[in-house]
């Protein structure tokens, strides 16, 4: 039923508990699952060498976040693949779950930029708005 799985991931807490819910059902379906981390798009106006820096090192975190889950699904014995991408969170998620062809997108309902979120409309939102595949929005907390 899940044979592919769209993991969007910022490394946030609420990002990491929405894991444990993917880590369950791929098992159950054994399932592939495409982690994604997509860092915000750096304005050519910047210029070098600082828009490379930033780059690189925006880079270098989505490293970071990807391989941490990417180790939890390793230990679990799921097959996966990461997907860095720049620009916008939303558009990146519902651009790969198409290109992937997912059946499933799980994802935490806040990020690490939540004000950001509560004033421009949150990233899980977007994508259950407009996601042509089912979604799990994962809260923080029950009492959310």
């Not at 946030?12 to 798009?41: G, Q, T």
């Not at 930033?54 to 989505?62: G, K, M, V, Y």
């Not at 949150?122 to 809260?139: D, E, F, G, L, N």
Request: net charge neutral; aromatic share 6%.
């Amino acid at each position: 039923m899940y044979e592919k799985i769209l993991y969007p991931t910022d490394g946030s807490e609420c990002s990491k508990k929405a894991l444990k819910h993917v880590v369950e059902i791929a098992k159950k379906f054994n399932s592939k699952v495409f982690i994604l981390h997509a860092f915000p798009f750096v304005p050519e106006y910047i210029g070098s060498p600082y828009r490379e820096k930033i780059i690189s090192q925006s880079t270098l975190e989505a490293e970071k976040i990807t391989k941490e889950a990417a180790k939890v699904l390793e230990e679990n014995n799921i097959d996966y693949e990461i997907e860095i991408l720049e620009g916008p969170a939303h558009k990146a998620i519902l651009t790969v779950a198409d290109v992937r062809k997912v059946d499933l997108i799980i994802m935490g309902s806040r990020g690490i930029s939540a004000l950001a979120g509560a004033l421009l409309g949150s990233v899980s939102q977007k994508v259950a708005t407009h996601a042509k595949c089912p979604v799990m929005i994962v809260r923080e907390r029950e009492s959310e």
